[in-house]
């Protein structure tokens, strides 16, 4: 079945240090595929998407492109704040046909130090 | 524009009894999904409603039964709680099944 694989965490950076979550997925046909953040004591945003092969989601600094050759979507972003410090979730919706529920990675946290 | 709420925020229950957690959807909004999210894992689906109808269900037992009123909120009821059912509930809200989910800030349950 559909499935999503990212780096374990936790990634710990210094302010400014450049950020790569990595992700992975196996999926029929090239679904659209997301990240969605998780700040402390709070629920899920989407962060960013991509519909399609080759599309590069962006949003708030960070950076996804859909790269259907290695079935890879790694977040990116150069410069890290503080206050990206949560935990980021890699996730895709089900096959053609099937409702907007997504498959959720295990997620994978982010710790910025000053 | 209030988004998804959730009611309560934090609940404490003992083993087997049971539970009952409240959700409000966006405005605009006619479908709710909820997520179990364990400590340390990423959310999973437990069931979608819409028109007052489940729709869609993951792999979890009977004890996990909801409903949806005609003003589109949700109630998410566990029975006979097990220690294994402490996690933090989400709420997802969208129009028409299809469309982009948004969650509530959920609700953490306690089993003791």
């Known amino acids: 079945g559909d499935s999503v694989t990212q780096m374990e965490g936790p990634v710990t950076l210094s302010e400014e240090a450049f950020l790569t979550i990595n992700c992975t997925y196996t999926a029929t046909g090239y679904p659209s595929l997301f990240w969605y953040v998780q700040y402390p004591g709070e629920g899920l945003q989407l962060l960013l998407k991509?519909?399609?092969?080759?599309d590069k989601g962006s949003n708030k600094g960070f950076e996804a492109t859909y790269r259907k050759e290695t079935t890879s979507f790694h977040l990116e972003k150069g410069s890290v704040q503080v206050s990206d410090s949560a935990v980021y979730f890699c996730a895709l919706p089900p096959p053609l046909g099937g409702s907007y529920i997504p498959t959720f990675g295990r997620g994978t946290s982010l710790i910025v130090h000053p | 524009d209030a988004g998804v709420t959730q009611s309560p925020t934090h609940l404490i229950k003992t083993r087997g009894q049971q539970v009952t957690l409240r959700c409000s959807p966006k405005?605009?909004?006619?479908?709710v999904s909820w997520y179990q999210q364990a400590l340390g894992q990423g959310p999973q689906f437990i069931f979608q409603?819409?028109?007052?109808?489940?729709?869609q269900r993951g792999n979890f037992p009977d004890r996990f039964s909801g409903h949806q009123f005609p003003n589109y909120s949700s109630e998410l009821n566990v029975n006979a709680l097990l220690l294994g059912d402490s996690a933090l509930y989400l709420c997802a809200s969208s129009f028409l099944m299809n469309t982009e989910a948004f969650f509530g800030q959920g609700t953490r349950l306690t089993v003791v």
């Open positions: 409603y819409y028109e007052e109808e489940e729709r």
């Open positions: 405005s605009g909004h006619d479908t």
């Open positions: 991509a519909t399609k092969a080759d």
